[in-house]
């Protein structure tokens, strides 16, 4: 058994450790907010945080998390720049179908976390690991932009 | 792991027994504020209408929110928001007072009133239901206000409605709509009320606040893929690889012996591993060895696939639309009056990619059939498992979900069908989960399409003019009555009627199929047509020193309305200035494009900058667009700026090629979508209309191919025909 602290609550887990977080996450916690799209990190729908890092899930063994802390879209809106960015996110209507802006916002968070106002070339280098099928790209990039200035 | 079968329908007991960490809290250091509960789920089995029933959209429960029932599926269109809006506008409600409910298939109350079938597509949401839901709202508001007339024995036309509130004014006397929804609900309808005159219009026309979003931002959404039923088990499947192959052998003992797989399901075409997790079933299905029999699609190579479709183009067509006799003036050849041009333009196969990829929960027992899914076709999806099992259609319930992108990729009951299948095998429901790989690779694609154009140019002018158009009929397997006399109507929409003056015409279709499985695609036909129409412009300006905006302005003369949008594109893009220098290739161009498909009319400019190798970068886009009267123009321009991005990733990047009758493309490292650093600013400019309303979902994919196509032609002076476009054709030797 492994434990995993999920959005500062702890999970036991009985998943084979080698398990990616992410179907951990989905199939045995229910934290079905954090998506599958790609299964070899080419999309970004996966990421979470751990320890505050933006990490593609579907490449991170559960056994390997060990005591750093996941935080999923579930949790993110706990966090003031979590929060700013998914409340940019209702501003400026970026969402369309909606399966990859969990992704996103968690990248984007990560971002803002990190560098508390990015330009266009560091928005491109944290967020282009993230597709958008329906193309909201445009928005992702005013909305950044905008819970960096709120 | 599986879920308890005992445990609460809405997953809240789940768990408890198993993931709570026993002891140890401090271990895990100082974050920890409380031991783990499951995420309590709200999933599928809400919502449902409640209350009473003013007639199949409305529901009016005593207190809370008002259900509105929505015939049109959301898959982040915005459909949603502007069905809500018409409803809510008529019946005098707030977006914040309704809760949104997916129809089920029921063609008699929610079929499409244009295909008939129950189908959300072909960007027709708002032209088909904007006037049936605002009757629909309308009639219930009728319903209300003649309950509370009755009771306070008034005219209804001395009644007010504002926010769910019926009011009599001149008495201040006041009842909430859900007061007197029993009884109205047991009133006859109305026949014919009088819906608002626009200028009394609220929410029609404003930028309301999309419904959908606040959820999904959260992580609260619940699509298909996310559904968890008590007891549920996964599901990883694996069909040939050559397309329409056949199993030959597999050995289960390598799969059963992984740890938490189940079971192994052995279809005629596929094999399918059920597990504990999906990762379980993943793991499972990658412990098989199986041998297939290719079958008939095992010589289909992509050249052969080029070649015979361009063959098929050569052969009878039927005739679309004829108009004088562009045949005979076209067959003078060279020798004719003016200058004579012929281009052919080619159009790959195209795989869906949406993000949620094909998935379908499915739970058969006590011979019903349970299905949880998104789809675009309730009913298809529906009366496709009812086929399966061999049941009645009315066993068989599907409840939809928010789809997590559509793109014509969920109308098709193909998949509900292949997840049917396995799990009539399968005790307790199962989800069924492609793998991108796999979503890819048995997609039903884009077709392929041929597009020959000839025409004679004399004193700037199109004097004949012939299409013809190659693929196959969608529309002949998908809706029959719509394919009449030979003529697919959505291959050929947007050759048939081309906005411009083109002289003689002849325009006509090849119906050619080749065993490769096809379906709609965001864009439909005028993905191809218009592509090709307006990459052939721009050919035929540019053999005539034209310039290829002052070439399309003198074919409108006679279409005041779609010059207009040509110029207002051209006007914001600056045309005929100099293309900015840019730092991603020497090379840059800006191209134009118009169309009129969808109702709706568009025209585009692009730039690019084209490195020396034949990279092509889109640097900026603009469109013009005048859709006709808008619900919600902030979700048009939204449409038009996504459809944009999945359009220039079609033209720069998208293609699906076989060999040997296997899909060589499999994830998003070989089927690449465009990034946040490769899209370039999407500036957009709506007319203000009063035309009627048109489509926006698809028409921003269509428009912006061929003008970043014919930016391309500007950039090298080369026009590509066969897309994606090729760098190799475009690299400049130094």
């Not at chain 2, 049109?72 to 707030?94: F, K, N, P, R």
């Not at chain 2, 926010?163 to 008495?171: E, N, Q």
């Not at chain 2, 399409?449 to 004193?459: F, I, K, M, P, Q």
């Not at chain 2, 400019?685 to 032609?713: C, D």
Request: glycine letters at 10%.
């Amino acid at each position: 058994m492994t434990a995993i602290t999920v959005n500062g609550k702890i999970y036991e887990v009985a998943s084979e450790a080698r398990t990616p977080l992410l179907w951990v996450l989905r199939d045995e916690l229910g934290l079905t907010g954090t998506k599958f799209g790609c299964g070899i990190a080419q999309c970004g729908v996966c990421t979470v945080h751990v320890d505050g890092v933006a990490v593609r899930s579907c490449q991170m063994p559960v056994g390997t998390v060990g005591q750093r802390a996941v935080t999923t879209i579930e949790g993110v809106g706990s966090t003031t720049v979590g929060a700013r960015v998914q409340k940019a996110w209702l501003d400026l209507e970026v969402v369309q179908c909606g399966y990859c802006q969990p992704g996103q916002i968690m990248a984007a968070a990560a971002l803002l976390a990190a560098n508390p106002d990015p330009d266009d070339n560091a928005i491109d280098a944290a967020m282009s690991g993230n597709l958008c099928r329906c193309g909201t790209y445009v928005r992702i990039r005013e909305g950044i932009k905008h819970a960096a200035r709120s | 792991m599986p879920l308890d079968p005992e445990e609460r329908r809405d997953g809240a007991g789940r768990l408890s027994r198993r993931s709570l960490l026993r002891g140890g809290a401090a271990a895990l250091g100082g974050l920890v504020l409380g031991i783990s509960l499951p995420a309590k789920r709200a999933r599928a089995d809400k919502p449902r209408a409640v209350g009473a029933a003013m007639n199949a959209f409305v529901h009016i429960p005593t207190q809370g929110s008002v259900s509105l029932i929505m015939p049109a599926v959301e898959m982040g269109q915005g459909v949603y928001t502007s069905q809500a809006m018409c409803m809510a506008e008529e019946l005098d409600i707030g977006l914040d007072q309704i809760e949104a409910i997916h129809a089920p298939p029921d063609r008699e109350h929610y079929g499409h009133p244009i295909f008939y079938v129950q189908a959300t597509g072909g960007s027709t949401t708002t032209m088909a239901w904007t006037e049936p839901l605002r009757k629909a709202g309308a009639t219930a508001r009728a319903m209300l206000v003649s309950v509370a007339a009755a009771e306070w024995n008034v005219p209804a036309a001395e009644l007010v409605t504002e926010r769910g509130v019926i009011t009599h004014t001149a008495s201040g006397r006041a009842l909430s709509y859900g007061e007197v929804a029993d009884r109205a609900g047991r009133l006859q309808p109305p026949t014919d009320v009088a819906l608002k005159s626009p200028d009394r219009f609220r929410l029609i026309g404003t930028r309301a606040r999309r419904i959908d979003t606040p959820d999904k931002v959260v992580g609260r959404t619940v699509y298909g893929i996310d559904v968890i039923r008590p007891g549920m088990t996964f599901a990883a499947l694996m069909a040939s690889p050559v397309l329409g192959g056949k199993l030959d052998h597999v050995d289960e003992a390598p799969a059963l012996a992984m740890p938490g797989v189940r079971q192994v399901v052995v279809l005629e075409d596929i094999v399918a591993v059920v597990g504990d997790t999906t990762w379980a079933a993943e793991q499972g299905l990658c412990a098989l060895h199986m041998t297939w029999s290719p079958g008939a699609n095992a010589s289909l190579d992509q050249a052969r696939l080029w070649a015979d479709t361009e063959t098929a183009s050569t052969g009878p067509g039927v005739t679309v639309r004829k108009e004088g006799d562009a045949a005979g003036k076209l067959a003078a050849g060279k020798r004719g009056a003016g200058t004579l041009i012929e281009a052919s333009y080619e159009l790959p196969f195209l795989a869906h990619a949406s993000m949620e990829v094909q998935n379908c929960t499915v739970h058969v027992h006590d011979g019903v059939c349970e299905i949880w899914v998104g789809t675009q076709v309730p009913g298809y999806a529906q009366a496709g498992a009812a086929q399966v099992l061999g049941i009645a259609p009315e066993k068989v319930t599907v409840n939809n979900h928010l789809i997590g992108g559509g793109f014509g990729g969920r109308l098709e009951a193909a998949p509900v069908v292949t997840a049917t299948r396995i799990a009539q095998k399968v005790a307790g429901p199962v989800k069924v989960i492609w793998s991108r790989e796999q979503d890819i690779r048995q997609d039903m694609f884009r077709p392929l399409y041929h597009n020959r154009l000839t025409a004679r140019v004399e004193n700037g002018r199109v004097t004949a003019w012939h299409h013809r158009v190659t693929g196959p009929s969608i529309l002949a397997r998908w809706l029959p009555p719509a394919f009449k006399d030979g003529i697919d109507s959505d291959a050929i929409d947007g050759a048939a009627e081309p906005p411009y003056a083109l002289g003689e015409m002849l325009v006509d279709y090849v119906r050619h199929e080749n065993g490769v499985p096809f379906s709609f695609w965001r864009g439909v036909g005028p993905n191809s047509t218009v592509f090709s129409v307006e990459s052939f412009l721009d050919l035929l300006a540019r053999k005539t020193g034209t310039d290829p905006v002052t070439f399309r302005r003198g074919l409108l003369e006679r279409n005041p309305r779609a010059l207009a949008v040509l110029n207002a594109a051209a006007a914001k893009a600056g045309w005929g200035s100099p293309v900015p220098q840019s730092p991603f290739g020497r090379r840059t161009g800006r191209g134009v494009a118009l169309m009129h498909a969808f109702g709706s009319l568009l025209a585009c400019v692009a730039e690019v900058a084209v490195t020396d190798g034949g990279d092509v970068r889109v640097t900026k886009v603009v469109v013009a667009a005048d859709v006709g009267r808008v619900i919600n123009p902030d979700t048009v321009v939204a449409q038009i700026q996504g459809g944009v991005v999945f359009g220039i990733a079609a033209v720069l990047h998208n293609r699906i090629t076989l060999a040997g009758g296997r899909v060589e493309q499999s994830n998003f490292n070989d089927y690449r979508l465009l990034r946040i650093n490769e899209t370039p600013a999407i500036e957009v400019e709506l007319l203000s209309s009063t035309q009627s309303s048109g489509g926006i979902g698809e028409p921003g994919t269509v428009i912006v191919q061929p003008a970043v196509a014919n930016a391309v032609f500007a950039a090298t002076g080369t026009q590509l025909t066969r897309m994606p476009l090729d760098a190799s054709l475009i690299a400049r030797s130094v």
